[in-house]
């Protein structure tokens, strides 16, 4: 079985510093991981994601992600937050026929 | 453009009266998809649909129904909505149906409740 688990429900940053979201997943065959940004009223749109190969994985507005396979995480960081990265944040693993399991996601707050 | 429409975006109802949420997209994509979010339990997935004509339960089926009958669309349906079901939900739609590696689209959201 699959599953995902975020560590904080909320975080709150300075802008300008460092951002960290963690998650670590737990699945039985080598995952498909995603990270997801959800902004207020909207829907969700990928921010990046790991399948193979680079386990530095780098995707929009400045954000990356490490695949740590021994570790089983998929942490997302970004080295300087801005204002506009205040949103919701879902991690998310897929192990095959496009069945995503999200995490409960970390609202991230931007403090100025 | 490409996108995922869902509609309406808002909807209160009361409980018992039938109502469906419509979910369209221009991509032609294989995978469609319903989700539920709920404050502290992340979106968890209702149905699924891998092609036309081929549905399954995702991890909170009841209470739901969907269909299939093109391609592009795949409408949930509330037959006898009750207060549980009030929650914001989404459609996804995906390139593939079985592989796990491509981006879901999603829809705006629509925010339902249930009185």
């Known amino acids: 079985a699959q599953s995902v688990t975020q560590l904080g429900s909320h975080v709150s940053v300075s802008e300008g510093a460092l951002v960290l979201l963690r998650c670590n997943y737990s699945s039985s065959v080598p995952p498909y991981l995603f990270w997801y940004v959800q902004y207020p009223n909207q829907g969700l749109q990928l921010l990046l994601k790991?399948?193979?190969?680079?386990?530095l994985v780098k995707g929009i507005n400045g954000f990356e992600a490490e695949f740590k396979k021994s570790e089983t995480s998929f942490h997302l960081t970004k080295p300087s937050a801005h204002m506009s990265d205040a949103a919701e944040y879902f991690c998310a693993v897929n192990v095959g026929a496009n069945n995503l399991f999200f995490g409960t996601g970390t609202r991230l707050t931007v403090i100025p | 453009e490409a996108q995922v429409t869902q509609n309406p975006r808002y909807l209160i109802t009361v409980t018992g009266k039938k109502l469906t949420v419509t979910c369209s997209q221009n991509m032609n994509h294989e995978y469609m998809s319903w989700y539920r979010q709920d404050p502290g339990l992340g979106l968890r997935q209702i149905y699924y649909?891998?092609?036309?004509?081929?549905?399954d339960k995702g991890d909170v089926p009841e209470g739901y129904k969907v269909s299939r009958k093109e391609k592009r669309n795949f409408p949930l349906i509330l037959e006898s909505p009750s207060p549980n079901q009030t929650s914001l939900y989404f459609c996804a739609s995906s390139l593939y149906a079985t592989s796990g590696n491509t981006e879901a689209f999603f829809g705006q959201g629509t925010r339902l409740t249930v009185v």
């Open positions: 649909s891998m092609n036309v004509e081929v549905t």
């Open positions: 790991y399948t193979t190969g680079a386990t």
